[in-house]
């Protein structure tokens, strides 16, 4: 019972509809914001492809993102995101997949390796990945190593995605999810690529988990 408990995938019909309905208003209000996008990396730009990355989103930011993505980079990335084993995770996935957008469910305490194995084989295919390294139950804007490992290794270099909003609603959550207000501006900027070498040892290690968590700190609005 406890190996079924630790590696099962929760799932409801009405989970399953309201992450369908929150994808459809995250596409409605998203198609209302004025978004200023700021690339310095070249991931958006069609004429000279980027290698697969693993794209860093906090977790109470991808409302905006997702309908971003998809306008600027949908046509020519396909992009898989993690999302937890739970019913909240079976919401994201919902809500990602209106943008068709493909996910890969599991965290840290539940499924961690499949998680691992389907991210890896994502990356390998060509996909971005796209994780929320403080989720999926924080501390809120803290890193966990889980990116770190994956860029590791696979080769695939940490993209940085910074969102920043003008007015948003802040949600009584653990991680103060973040809803942009309708025809409000929103500025989303890809940071430059970070490439984590293959071989650390732990103090290596730790460094590059706090370096990457202060770029990641510094590009939210309410650290």
């Known amino acids: 019972m406890k190996a079924d408990h630790v590696t099962s995938i929760r799932s409801s019909r009405k989970t399953a509809l309201a992450g369908t309905a929150i994808g459809w208003l995250m596409k409605l209000v998203g198609g209302t914001l004025r978004v200023k996008l700021i690339d310095d990396s070249g991931i958006t730009n069609p004429a000279e492809p980027q290698p697969p990355s693993v794209l860093l989103l906090w977790h109470n930011r991808f409302f905006a993102v997702a309908p971003t993505w998809e306008k600027f980079c949908g046509r020519f990335r396909k992009t898989v995101a993690l999302t937890s084993a739970s019913k ?63 860029a590791q290794s696979t080769g695939a270099p940490l993209q940085p995605l910074h969102v920043r909003y003008s007015r948003a609603w802040r949600l009584p959550t653990w991680d103060r999810y973040v809803i942009p207000v309708p025809f409000s501006r929103v500025e989303i900027t890809f940071g430059k690529p970070i490439r984590v070498p293959r071989k650390l040892d732990d103090e290596a290690f730790q460094r590059v988990l706090e370096e990457v968590e202060t770029i990641m700190v510094q590009g939210t609005d309410d650290a």
Not at 121 to 137: H, Q
């Open 88 to 150: 909240d995770g079976e919401m994201v996935e919902r809500a990602l997949g209106v943008f068709g957008m493909d996910v890969v469910r599991g965290s840290s305490s539940r499924r961690a390796v499949a998680a691992l194995v389907g991210l890896k084989r994502a990356i390998e295919s060509g996909c971005d990945v796209c994780i929320t390294p403080d989720g999926p139950r924080g501390p809120r804007y803290r890193m966990h190593p889980g990116a770190i490992k994956l």
